[in-house]
């Protein structure tokens, strides 16, 4: 009997993003984004915190590169805070040197420690001077120059030391959650009650579309300018998590599984692989989801060197038989984590909406990579938050063995996925290297391998977690 494995050159290791783990906010000419100026309104993040400090790694970056040597880690994704390096952030305004050598330095670092950078251009933190000059990311015209100019001075800057490119990190989240229900940066929703502008029967549609379009355009630089001389790929990272009918002989529940997917994940997946928005959507959405022209199709379809995928969980989904609202964005279905007969999908954790589905991971990859034609996938992130961690002492914290149990049973379901189902899967990034602002829900919810004493000077504790998954990966990788 063959048994699971990955290939010996399989790329593993830990993902960050800036504005979760950089503090420094204003050092060095660092310019706002528009996390800082969300974090600043009162009643937006649970603990009323914010990345002010994080966990300071624009100051203590070699301590995280020391931790992803001693992890035994081959990769290391981050992302780059855009308004660091360009600090209002549009097509003419300056680039801030020293903003730009903090990436400079961390790339040269890690690839000295012999760690490949795995690079994401945009984890959310929009500039501030952006969303300001023109409505940011529901501008297309605009944005995609200023974000085409961003991509290229990053590409100019660390160059062919960086074989994988990131150009988004879940589109979904930028759209549904910063502008239909509110819970993100910018905060746009329909909803008086949360802000004072906002629209969401069209705008998330419109921003997820400007960063479909966005991406194509610095994807076509990259091939273009650069990936001939620099020998590296570039791709999107998209985010979502397997479906389960709420009541399993429902024919409605099961085909809303796969309407949620296609609302999740094939909203861009789609365009990019197939030049066309998915027709449940169209059916749905009408003329609220924009129309591609030409031009625009060009940029998006075919525009993945890889499928970068984000899940950490799944859910039971129940169809509602009733026309859906013009703010829904989920394909009108509910989301549950029981089912019809009170089963939970899976244990508590510290998220709401997270509980453990391991073999949910492996159905996952697999409907992705069949609808899109066996692509090259990497999975950016995969992880899990331990319920009540806060409240543990230290040493309990160090020893998570619900974490280790999480990174097993994952870690199984994608070699299955792999050795089993033809998936063409090549690396994994836990999320993630450190505990850190875990946005909405400030620093109450650690999904951390390693502690963060926030206390304490942000010193870093690798927890069992942290040493477990390159044990794992050492039975899984074939010999
Ligand atoms: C990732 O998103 C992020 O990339 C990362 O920055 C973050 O720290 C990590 O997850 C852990 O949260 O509240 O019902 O609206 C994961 C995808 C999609 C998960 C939206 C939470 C909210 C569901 N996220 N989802 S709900």
Request: hydrophobic share 35%; net charge negative; glycine share 10%.
């Amino acid at each position: 009997m063959t048994k699971a494995s990955f290939p010996k050159d399989f790329l593993w290791g830990f993902a960050t993003a800036s504005y979760q783990i950089e503090g420094g906010i204003k050092d060095d000419g660092r310019g706002p984004s528009i996390w800082d100026t969300f974090c600043d309104i009162p009643g937006k993040i649970a603990d009323g915190s914010s990345g002010v400090t994080a966990c300071d790694s624009y100051h203590q970056y070699p301590a995280d590169i020391e931790l992803l040597k001693q992890l035994g880690a081959k990769a290391y994704r981050f992302s780059i805070s855009w308004s660091r390096v360009i600090p209002v952030g549009g097509r003419d305004d300056p680039v801030n040197e020293k903003g730009l050598q903090y990436y400079v330095t961390l790339v040269d670092e890690l690839v000295k420690a012999g760690i490949e950078p795995m690079v994401t251009l945009f984890h959310w933190d929009l500039p501030q001077g952006l969303h300001d000059r023109y409505g940011g990311l529901l501008n297309k015209e605009e944005y995609t120059k200023d974000y085409v100019r961003f991509a290229r001075v990053m590409f100019e800057a660390l160059g062919e030391k960086v074989k994988f490119w990131i150009t988004y990190n879940e589109p979904w989240c930028s759209s549904v959650l910063g502008y239909s229900i509110g819970q993100f940066a910018p905060g746009h929703t329909s909803d008086r009650k949360k802000s004072p502008v906002g629209d969401s029967s069209r705008e998330p549609w419109t921003v997820g579309h400007n960063i479909l379009v966005a991406h194509g355009a610095a994807v076509k630089v990259y091939r273009e300018e650069y990936k001939q001389k620099q020998g590296g790929v570039i791709g999107i990272t998209l985010n979502g998590d397997w479906t389960e009918p709420w009541d399993p002989e429902s024919k409605e529940d099961i085909e809303a599984c796969e309407r949620k997917l296609e609302f999740a994940i094939s909203w861009f997946g789609d365009p990019i692989y197939h030049g066309k928005y998915p027709d449940s959507m169209r059916k749905q959405l009408g003329d609220r989801l924009p129309e591609w022209t030409e031009e625009d199709r060009a940029l998006v379809q075919g525009s993945n060197d890889f499928y970068g995928m984000n899940t950490y969980c799944a859910n039971y989904i129940k169809n509602i038989p009733h026309p859906a609202k013009p703010e829904d964005f989920t394909g009108n279905l509910e989301l549950l984590l029981e089912n019809k007969d009170g089963k939970s999908i899976g244990e508590l954790t510290q998220s709401p909406w997270l509980r453990p589905y391991p073999q949910g991971f492996r159905k996952l990859i697999k409907w992705i990579s069949d609808r899109y034609g066996k692509p090259i996938i990497y999975v950016t992130e995969n992880g899990t938050s331990v319920l009540a961690e806060n409240d543990k002492t230290k040493e309990e914290i160090l020893n998570d063995d619900f974490r280790v149990k999480y990174f097993e049973d994952h870690l199984q379901a994608l070699a299955e996925a792999r050795t089993f189902d033809g998936v063409d899967v090549r690396g994994y990034m836990a999320w993630s290297l450190l505990d850190n602002f875990e946005w909405a829900e400030g620093y109450e919810t650690r999904f951390g391998v390693t502690y963060v004493d926030y206390e304490g000077g942000q010193k870093r504790y690798p927890k069992k977690s942290a040493k477990a998954i390159g044990q794992i990966f050492d039975k899984l990788i074939e010999k």
